[in-house]
């Protein structure tokens, strides 16, 4: 199984995007995860979490601005992005806890990343 990540691309400052993160194999459910990111040159930061009863935890950075949420169903890990900011332009990377439906075996894993890019 893995994470697969969708929904990064340019933008112009202020602008938005929403990134989705989907486990490839429907027997797997999200349980908790979080969306980190990778800026040329830096360290990889934690921009957003969600616990497996739907708390969020944000970065001082994108809090105000930024939205994580899982649906109903533990299929998807989406991030909403609003006003977005130069400063923001980085690889997105989604890391979540999958469960499988039949055994209940729980494991971690990282998407791919997703580039994002915002212009002034």
């Known amino acids: 199984v893995q994470l697969q990540a969708s929904g990064g691309g340019l933008v112009q400052s202020g602008g938005s995007l929403r990134l989705s993160c989907a486990a490839s194999?429907?027997?797997?459910?999200?349980?908790?995860g979080g969306w980190y990111r990778q800026a040329p040159g830096k360290q990889r930061e934690l921009v957003a979490a969600?616990?497996?009863?739907?708390?969020?935890n944000y970065a001082d950075s994108v809090k105000g601005r930024f939205i994580i949420s899982k649906d109903a169903n533990g299929k998807k890990l989406e991030l909403q992005m609003n006003s977005l900011k130069v400063e923001d332009t980085a690889v997105y990377y989604c890391?979540?806890?999958?469960?499988?439906?039949?055994?209940?075996?729980?494991?971690?894993?990282w998407g791919q990343g997703t580039e994002v890019t915002v212009s002034s």
């Open positions: 890391n979540a806890d999958l469960k499988r439906v039949r055994n209940s075996m729980t494991r971690n894993h």
């Open positions: 194999r429907n027997e797997y459910n999200i349980l908790g």
């Open positions: 969600v616990t497996s009863d739907g708390s969020p």
